[in-house]
């Protein structure tokens, strides 16, 4: 089997967020989560439901993000979204948001990257944001791919993040101890990410590269 079925990632997407015991009151919403994750959580909870409107107002909620990427990399979620909407389409509007996030991935590796990996704590906490939209969000459907066709890809994600780590260097103890980025590997890095999420979901949208 080369690849997850549409059907496959919603059901993943499903139990992995719905089901998941740690997912109770209030949704599984930790203080300060982020905005993507809180309504990916929700248009689940909701679409499960049938209540559409609400789905709706949650994917507005974040019409900022979706143009975002849009504007970043020339990808225009909406009309999949629009479309999932009016034909009430579960599934349609679960896949415009896996691809939202994957797309939210590579827009926290551009502003690294068009920063240089200079500004420590910001490049620190967006790659942090990166990761846990992955293990948060899509790392429930890479499982499922490895274990319907022997592959170790969430394996080897989870490791290429604990690399790009290492390439954000250190600002050291005032100054001293100081270890200096290296943007060149980030990028390495990151793109072998990218490679190996778009393996498991070769229905998303990646648009343009953007060059530096």
């Given at each position: 089997m080369?690849?997850?079925s549409?059907?496959?990632?919603?059901v993943?997407v499903?139990?992995?967020?719905?089901?998941?015991?740690?997912?109770?009151?209030?949704?599984g919403?930790k203080?300060n989560e982020?905005?993507l994750?809180t309504v990916?959580?929700s248009?689940?909870?909701?679409?499960?439901k049938?209540?559409?409107?609400?789905?709706?107002?949650?994917?507005?909620?974040?019409?900022d993000?979706?143009?975002?990427?849009?504007?970043l990399?020339?990808?225009?979620l909406?009309p999949k979204?629009d479309t999932g909407?009016t034909?009430q389409?579960?599934q349609?509007?679960?896949?415009?948001?896996?691809n939202?996030?994957f797309?939210a991935?590579?827009e926290?590796?551009?502003?690294?990257?068009?920063?240089?990996?200079?500004?420590f704590t910001r490049?620190?906490?967006?790659?942090?944001?990166?990761?846990?939209?992955?293990?948060?969000l899509?790392?429930?459907?890479?499982?499922?791919?490895?274990?319907?066709?022997d592959?170790?890809?969430?394996d080897r994600?989870?490791?290429?993040f604990?690399?790009?780590?290492?390439?954000?260097g250190?600002i050291g103890?005032?100054?001293a101890?100081?270890?200096?980025?290296k943007p060149?590997?980030?990028?390495?890095?990151?793109k072998?990410?990218?490679?190996k999420?778009?393996?498991?979901?070769?229905?998303f949208?990646?648009?343009?590269?953007?060059?530096?």
């Amino acid at each position: 089997m080369p690849f997850l079925s549409k059907q496959y990632i919603l059901v993943i997407v499903f139990f992995g967020i719905i089901i998941c015991p740690k997912v109770s009151v209030g949704y599984g919403y930790k203080k300060n989560e982020d905005p993507l994750i809180t309504v990916f959580k929700s248009v689940i909870f909701y679409g499960r439901k049938g209540e559409w409107a609400k789905v709706k107002s949650d994917i507005n909620s974040i019409s900022d993000r979706i143009d975002d990427v849009k504007t970043l990399f020339d990808v225009d979620l909406r009309p999949k979204f629009d479309t999932g909407l009016t034909q009430q389409n579960f599934q349609e509007v679960v896949n415009a948001m896996a691809n939202l996030t994957f797309l939210a991935i590579r827009e926290k590796y551009y502003w690294n990257l068009a920063e240089n990996l200079q500004m420590f704590t910001r490049a620190k906490v967006r790659l942090r944001r990166a990761e846990e939209y992955y293990t948060t969000l899509l790392a429930g459907n890479v499982r499922r791919y490895d274990k319907l066709n022997d592959t170790k890809i969430h394996d080897r994600i989870f490791n290429k993040f604990s690399e790009a780590k290492k390439t954000l260097g250190s600002i050291g103890f005032l100054g001293a101890g100081a270890v200096s980025p290296k943007p060149k590997e980030f990028k390495m890095i990151t793109k072998e990410i990218e490679k190996k999420l778009l393996m498991v979901f070769p229905y998303f949208e990646n648009g343009k590269e953007i060059t530096y």
